[in-house]
């Protein structure tokens, strides 16, 4: 049993689930005079569907309109990006183009438009052939029209995790790692949640367990919806393709998905994806030959250029996908218990403002709040986008840390001073996944073919693990 876990005292409230979900809710909690604990299965922050997305901010223009979804994706739009602005999370106000590829999708442009006003999106334009082809000329034949959506934009998804995670705990609040809730009883007022590590007591219980909100549903008697996972695999370009495309190119999106996208990335890079098949296991994080074909298939026909690109990487996520089109969100009257679950495709976006609907809901359920004051510290994130002055090109701070001029990631430029930032700390970077989520080291076009034996070295030395236990090689 962990340290914390073996606390005396109940927590006031217990999120299950350290996704971008549940870091923001922590991070809302931590702006009252609560106490909360984050239980998370893996160990580390963002480390389930919230590290494997396609990364934009969307404005919520082509949501089901009157749904819970778009109105907290409109509000976490503005949120996140104020926030992200604030903490220095990389962000790229790139705008989108929808592209009409034949008269169906042409006609559909219209009422697209009518659909993002009624989604309080009012800025769209309607955007003839040519006036496509002037802003994106690499797109391939057979644009007929487009609708641009200005406001999309494109954003780091690791470091805002990260930034909630730090600024709910630097306020106070607890992290448990590597810990699972495999149960949920009642002791009177009390929940309590067993776990691998021990037991845990709160008072209010939230599930934010993505994939795994309907079975966390379920060990609170409850059954109102089920999670499918639906995988979206995705192709990541190198950065030579990057001046193919100016913004991020759309389909018209069906029911179902938004359908395969091309995508600045804020590193630099250029995404193509993200595919739809629903799947029944909810680790099916591979990606299939099949699906990659069919991205390349609908990329060569999007930007014909870009296929000839070198690929990256490749990666694929599973969106929380319920039988409903909307979010599951709600408050059990009388149980001091949220459920925050099926925040399928636009979780990153509205992630801010579930939490202030969330914190909405248990208060309406009587969950006391004080503000706490002095307001927590704003996390200052470290630098991952292209656009922003990167460690190694930041003359000041290598003359303050020469650290920081030690680049030890050459296709990415990380340094040895960034490596050490992302170890320290309570949320420091304890494994190799970790570390690439807070610098992008072995994310570059090498994978880490060049630089995995020194940054595994000096994440040895400063994380006090040995390279084996870091790479699983070897004993
Ligand atoms: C391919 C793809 C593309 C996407 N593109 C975008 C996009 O461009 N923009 C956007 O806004 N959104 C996008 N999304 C959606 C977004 O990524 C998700 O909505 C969001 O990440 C969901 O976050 P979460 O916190 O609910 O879930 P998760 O990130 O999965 O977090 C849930 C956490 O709960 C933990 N957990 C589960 N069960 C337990 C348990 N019993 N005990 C302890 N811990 C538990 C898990 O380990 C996990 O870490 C995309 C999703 C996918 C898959």
Partial sequence: MSR??????????????????????ARELARCEVSAVVL???????????????????????????????????????????????????IERTGGILVAWDEE?????????????????NETQILSATEVRDREPNLGEGVRGGL??????????????????????????????????????????????????????????????????????????????KVTPRRGELVVFDKLARDLIT???????????????????VYGNVLLGPTADDVD???????????????????????????????????????????????QIRAHAGEAYVCVGGIRSTGLTASMAIAEHVAGLLRAEGLERTVRTPAPAIPDMAALGEQQLRR????????????????????????????????????GARDLGALRRRTRAMNGRCQGFYCGAQVVALLSELSGRSPAALTGLGS
């Fill in 4 to 25: 914390d876990s073996q606390r005396d005292d109940p927590y006031d409230v217990a999120v299950i689930g350290a996704g971008v979900v549940g870091c923001a809710i």
């Fill in 40 to 90: 998370e299965r893996s160990g580390d922050v963002g480390n389930g569907t919230s590290k494997a997305n396609t990364a934009i901010l969307h404005t919520g223009f082509d949501c089901v309109p009157g749904s819970l979804e778009s109105s907290l994706v409109s509000r976490g739009y503005h949120l996140l990006g104020a926030y992200a602005e604030a903490t220095g999370i990389a």
């Fill in 105 to 121: 999708q042409q006609a559909a442009l219209a009422s697209l438009r009518e659909k993002a006003e009624k989604n309080g999106y």
């Fill in 148 to 225: 641009a959506v200005p406001g999309e934009s494109i954003i780091c998804p690791w470091s805002t995790v990260l930034a909630y995670a730090l600024e709910a705990a630097t306020a106070g609040v607890t992290f448990l790692f590597n810990t699972e809730v495999t149960a949920v009883a009642r002791d009177g007022e009390l929940h309590v949640l067993t776990t691998n590590q021990g037991e845990v007591r709160s008072r209010w219980l939230i599930n934010a367990a993505g994939l795994f909100s309907s079975d966390v549903d379920g060990l609170c008697d409850h059954d109102d919806f």
């Fill in 247 to 265: 913004s991020i190119i759309l389909p018209v999106p069906t029911q179902r998905t938004k359908g395969v996208l091309v995508a600045p990335t």
């Fill in 281 to 327: 296991d909810p680790f099916a994080t591979a990606t299939t030959e099949e699906g990659i074909a069919r991205l390349f298939a609908a990329g060569a026909k999007v930007v014909p250029r870009l296929i000839d690109e070198e690929v990256t990487a490749m990666y694929a996520g599973l969106r929380a996908a319920t039988q409903f089109q909307d979010y």
């Fill in 392 to 427: 190694y090109l930041d003359e000041a701070a290598i003359d303050r840390d020469p650290e920081y001029g030690q680049i030890i990631c050459h296709c990415e430029r990380v340094t040895r001073g960034e490596i050490r930032d992302a170890c320290a700390g309570a949320l």
